[in-house]
Structures are given as structure tokens and as C-alpha cells.
């Protein structure tokens, strides 16, 4: 194998891990963080702390209970 | 109110109205290519007669027909019948307030509603199907989720998210009228109810002595805690981490099962049936009334993980065993309709019983309400709803394939009730044989001693008979030696998420109760209202928990009594929803496409009010509750005792509880029927007005987002986009978009 050829081979194993790693964040909705940090420096708002972002998040889910199917 | 927006028909395709384009050669050559290879695979399904076949056959037979189904008909059903419309904004973009209104990536989507759907039906129902063969199993799995599943999820995600994502009960009030609602209302009560019971049933006899599936999921509970608390106070909103670190646990108690075996802890952890009904309907409810994130949630993350990590691991060491079907084309249970594992003749029976892989009502419920209200674009709901139930079809496969390649002596051994093969490995191989199959005790010892397991003899539910099917291709691929640990991760796995529906389960009927009664009594249903919220749940945990009782003491095999119901159950909700889409379809002026939802409509009321008809008259005591409910009173009155009841309080127990599931089957069937009727005069009505008939679809607002319908985008879609990005600038796209105050209202 030449040099570009394995180049080439570990930048598409990198991007291939870096979309799952995306996929799995979006996914659990780790992700949602990431957004509000970004919403708030484009609005200037002073962001609230993790714990309680997560916390009001789990409200929420409280209560929107989501149905699992059979 | 507004009525359709009524557009031109030649309008077809995406995207654009550009019009139909010539399909490319090289499309052509790729779909014909694929029409052959399903062609031949269904011709050696349908041909082979005693020779050995190799399961791959199913496997690309299923793939194969998805395929087409999905690039052809699913895209006729979006473009021509729906008629998906990109330029019209979804609830998603109009009413996002980042809760539960959120444009979400189509990708992330569909793994959220596929989670959401898939669960233990499509694992269990093919399992139990198998007595019949793997022909009539194969069939209906794929057929049926093509020409009715699929069809019923992807239309009722579509007409929900023209409704700001109403729930199935919300429009079947609106748009059928109130009695229908109100049956519908009532149907969807019970049919979970029904469900859970089951479920749980499921989990109960999978676990009943076997210390080591006790001890497994036993853990599986202080482990979701511990990742509750990690995401709340340790590190907050890691969730990768956490579940990476649940994962570990979770191997780590399979692993740790197998070494209680012969200590004391084994022992106390054999548990009767009896007591892990007890332990279910105590942990049911205290699950349900604890806070989400210290128990639901987290353990949610694991049962999705261990859903896709199952099937991935399951479809590659089909790949790599290339296991050979050991079952029947069509078995002779399949034409006299006498099958120890249930009763009754292939129709309608086999399409019960499959149940979820094919259809399944349940997911009408997740169609509407969680998903609308995150679709992006309108034409994504062709891979959301279409592609989702296609996967969840997948798993059935595979499921249906496990259970056809185990030994089928070992197969009716394990799935016969115990009133029938009496419970040891001699009687139960004399019973296996005088069925026609070859097998001895000692096969069955050994077959039990391989996975560490004290007996495999009656393990009715599917889930024993799918974890040693799971074992046996994993040991085939990946190196014997494990099977014991691979039986008990699979057990594992089905267990976890059984007890995740149970927990979200009781969680939406407590919701449902309390805004139900809500109605009369104001301060009931007050959601935050504690009493109210303890009151609701330790009713709804009562009811299941009943039901799973009387099916865990019945004399005749609670799975062999219950499943049937559940089956029957599920599909009713089925046509329920797709009575529900033909009506819409119709009102929206589309009769001339109303056979896309009527005719499996059609066939759903037909298989459904067969069963239903002959669970509650069949004179044959082994179909009919009822019949059977007879011949063990006249017994009684008699003074006789009737095999398998074997003392007074068991002939009472089982004519009690035939006419229990009798009663609740006839009123399944007719709350079914009032939605029915009341639809059909909705639909006349609506005929006689030719279409321009007032529904509930919110009127349609231009949209500014541009995404990809499909999995991956085409050149002309990263075009558009592109130029979307140039004109909005950065940053514009779904996200950015919170309420002032963050994340909540």
C-alpha cells in the first residue's frame, strides 16, 4: 500500500468514526447542549450551568412521557 | 378548519413538480439486479421440499422485496398519494419551541422512532409463528409489513404531522365523530393493558427458575440508577459516557450469572412464577412513579443500545454461520390447526401471531403524537414511517430465523405448555415424539446443559426459544464454547426492554387515566398532583398485574390462553388506525387512492374478526374460550377432573379465566366495530359531498428549510442545499433556535 493510499484509507476511518460519534450524540441528545451553547453566544445570552440545563430537560421528559412499543 | 390544498394531478415526483425523468441505465440494470436475486430467493423458499435450505434464503428474500418495495411503492404512496409537500413547512419549523416541537436530522429521526417502535412483539410473535412452518411466517412478515405495516405507520405519521401531531385518539374523535373516539379511547386502554400483561408475562417466563437471568436483570436496575445519577449530579448530561459505562456493568452481570450457579445466592434467586409476578408488579410501580431520569431514562439508553448491537451482531453471525432451516416449508399444524404452542388454523392465526413484524396498531400510537411533531420535511416521512417499520419487519426475520434453524423436537419441547409435556425431559420427548419429531431426554438435558440452564422444557414465550436460536448462530459464527453466555445475553437483552415498555407503559396509561377522569374529577388530573399520580398508576400497574397473574396460574398455559388476545389485541388498534387514514385519504378527496390503507384495512378486519369470531364461538374447546369454558363446566357438574387441571380450585381457575378472555375478546371486537360503523357513515357522507369535506389538516405555511427526503442526499438536494446555506448564511439550519429562558417552557 502506498503512502497516499493509507493517507486516504485513515481519513475516511477518521470521518467514518467522527459521523458515528455525531450520529450516537444526536442520538441521546447529548448534542442538545452543544446547540444551546451555540444559541447563546449567537444571541449573546449568558448560557445556565449544565446541571441545571440537564435538569430542566428531564422535566421536560417528565412530562412528555414517550410510549415504548411492544 | 381548512380543507385540502388541491393540486394538479401530474404532479408526481420530487422534487420541484419537475415531472417524471427517464430512469438512468445504470438504475435500471441495479433494480433489475434486485428484482432477480428476490425473485430466485422466494422461488427456493417456496420450492424446497426435504432437501436442506440455507437461511440466507429468508434473509435476502425479506431484503430484496423491502428494497423494491421501499424505492417503488413507498415513493408512489408519498408522492402520488399523500402528495409530500417540501415547499409546505412542517410543525417541526412552524411551531418549534425546542421541546418537543424540534426539527430533527432525518437520520437521528428515524433512529428515535424506530427505538421507539421496535420492542419484544416482532422478537416473539415470529417465534411462536415457526409451528407453522417458515413459509406462511416469511410471507406475511414481508408482505404484510409492505402492504400494510409500513403503509399504516407512514400514513398516520403523515396525516398527524398535517395535524400538528394529534394523537390517534385526538383524530379519530375529530374526524370520525365522538362515539368513535370514545370506542377508540377505550380500545386503546385496554389493548395496552393487554400488552403490558403480556409483556411481562414474556419476561416472567423467561426468567422463572434461571438464577442466572434473575440475577442479570436484577442488575440491570441498581446499574440504570447508578446512571441516572450520574447524568443528574456527577456528570451531568454525559450520556455516551454513562451508557458506555452501563454497557460494561451490563456484560459484566451477564458474565456474573453464570458463576452463582451452585452457591446460595443461586438459590434464593430461583424464584417461582408467582413470586417474579410479585417482583414485576412492585417494581411496575414504583418504576412509574419515580422521576424519569433516575430510572426510565437511563435505562432507555441501554435498551436502544443493546436493541441495535443485538441486531447488527445477529445479522452478521447469520452472515457468517449461513445456518440451515430446520423447520418445515409449511408444517401439519399449519393445515388441521392443532399446535401445541397455539391453537387454531393458519388462517387467521398465523397473521395474529406474528403480530408486530407485519403490523403492528401499537406503533399508530408513536406515528402520532412523539414523531409528527419532529419531522423536518414532509417527504422524510417516506424513510421515518416506511423505513422504520421495514427495519422493525428485519428484526422479525431474523427473529423467525432463529427459531426455524434450533432443532425442531427441542423447539415444541420448549414450546408446549406444561399441562402437555408434563414438565421433564422424559415426558416431555415421549410427547415431542408422538408430535412426529426425534428427540430423547437426553438430547433435551443436553440441549439445557449447554446454555446452563436447569430445564428448557415448556419455557414457553418465544423469549427462551429466541435466546438458544441467538446462541446457536452465535456460537456457530463466532466459536462455540459460549452458548450459555450468549442465552443469557439475549434473555438480558429482551428483558431490558420488555421492562423499559412496562415502565413507559404504565407511565402513558397513568397519563391517559388521569386526563381521562381528569374530565370529571378536575383535580385527578392534575399531572403534578401526587396522589393523583399514585392513584393512576397503582390502578393501571393493578390491571396488567392482574392479568399477568391469571395468565402465569392458568392450568392451560398462560401464553398458549393469553398470546392470542394480545395478537388479536394489536391488530384490532391496527384497524382502528387504518380505518382512521382511509377516512382522511377520502376526505381529502383522494377516494380514487383509498385502496392504498382499504385494502389492508380490509384484510386486517378480516383476519381480525375471524379470530375474534372464533375465539368466542368456535365450538372447538382448544379456539373457542367459551366452548372451552363449557366443557370444563359440564366436567365440574359432572365431578370430573380434566387433564391438565389436576385438582378442583384449577377446573375452577380455568373456566374463570376463559370466560375472562372470552368477555374481553368479544368487547375488543366491538369497540372495534363501533369505530367502524361510525366510519363508514363519515365516508358516505363524505362520497356524497365528492371530497371538499372540512378535516382538521392545518393550512399550509411556505417552508424555509431545505433538507434531504431520503437516507442520503441526491446531487440535485446537496445543490439546493447549498444554495439554501448561501442565501440564509451559516448557522440557520434547524438549530439556534431556543426560547429565551433555554431549554424549557
Known sequence: MTGGNATAVRSAVTRALRGVHWYLKELTGEARWDDYLRHCSEHGHQPMSRREFERRRADERERNPVSRCC | MSTTVS?????????????????????????????????????????????????????????????????????????????????RATPAERLHNGIDFDVTDRRVLFGHHFAAIAGAGPLVGPVLAAQMGYLPGTIWIVVGVIFAGAVQDMTVLFFSMRRNGKSLGQMVREEIGIVGGIAALIAVFAIMIIILAVLALIVVNALAESPWGVFSIALTIPIALFMGVYLRIIRPGRVLEATAIGVVLLLAAVIGGGLIDDTGLGEALTLSKEWLVLALVVYGFVASVLPVWLLLTPRDYLSTFMKIGVIVLLAIGLLLARPVLQADAVSEFAREGTGPVFAGSLFPFVFITIACGALSGFHALISSGTTPKMVAKESQVRLIGYGGMLMESFVAISALIAAVVIDQGLYFAMNAP???????????????????????????????????????????????????????????????????????FAIMFEALFILTAVDAGTRVGRFMLQ??????????????????NIMASAVVVALWGYILYVGVTDPLGGVNQLFPLFGIANQLLAGIALTLVTVLLIKHGKA?????????????????????????????????????????????????????????????????????????????????????????????RALRARGAVPTTEEPAVPSSIVEPAGLFATAEEKRAMAEQERLVGAGARGHGTFTQEGPSR
Not at chain 2, 386526563?515 to 393523583?532: M, Y
Open chain 2, 592 to 684: 380514487k387512492y383509498a385502496w392504498v390503507t382499504g385494502i389492508p384495512l380490509a384484510w386486517d378486519l378480516i383476519i381480525t374478526m375471524t379470530a375474534s369470531w372464533q375465539k368466542v364461538f368456535s365450538a372447538d374447546p382448544r379456539v373457542g374460550y367459551f366452548a372451552q369454558r363449557q366443557r370444563y363446566a359440564d366436567a365440574q357438574a359432572a365431578g370430573e377432573l380434566l387433564a391438565p387441571a389436576q385438582d378442583a380450585d384449577q377446573m375452577d381457575r380455568i373456566i374463570y379465566n376463559s370466560t375472562l378472555n372470552g368477555v374481553l375478546q368479544a368487547v375488543f371486537a366491538l369497540l372495534v366495530l363501533v369505530v367502524v360503523v361510525n366510519a363508514v357513515v363519515v365516508i358516505a
Open chain 2, 7 to 87: 393540486r394538479s394531478d401530474t404532479d408526481g415526483g420530487p422534487p420541484g413538480g419537475a415531472g417524471r425523468r427517464r430512469p438512468t441505465l445504470k438504475s435500471v440494470l441495479v433494480w433489475t439486479a434486485v428484482a432477480i436475486v428476490g425473485a430466485v430467493a422466494w422461488t427456493v423458499l417456496a420450492l424446497a421440499r426435504g432437501e436442506t435450505v440455507s437461511a440466507l434464503w429468508i434473509l435476502f428474500a425479506a431484503l430484496c422485496s423491502y428494497a423494491i418495495a421501499y424505492r417503488f411503492y413507498a415513493r408512489f404512496i408519498a408522492y402520488r398519494v399523500l402528495r409530500v409537500d417540501d415547499r
Open chain 2, 418 to 488: 406444561a399441562g402437555v409435556t408434563g414438565g421433564t425431559a422424559e415426558s416431555a420427548a415421549s410427547y415431542v415424539n408422538g408430535l412426529g419429531f426425534d428427540t430423547t431426554a437426553q438430547d433435551l438435558a443436553a440441549a439445557s446443559a449447554a446454555i446452563q440452564e436447569p430445564s428448557l422444557v415448556s419455557r414457553t414465550g418465544g423469549a427462551p426459544t429466541l435466546a438458544v436460536g441467538i446462541a446457536n448462530i452465535l456460537s456457530q459464527a463466532f466459536g462455540a464454547g459460549m452458548a450459555a453466555f450468549w442465552y443469557h
Open chain 2, 515 to 532: 386526563d381521562t377522569i381528569g374530565n370529571v374529577w378536575k383535580r385527578f388530573g392534575d399531572l403534578s398532583w401526587r396522589p393523583g
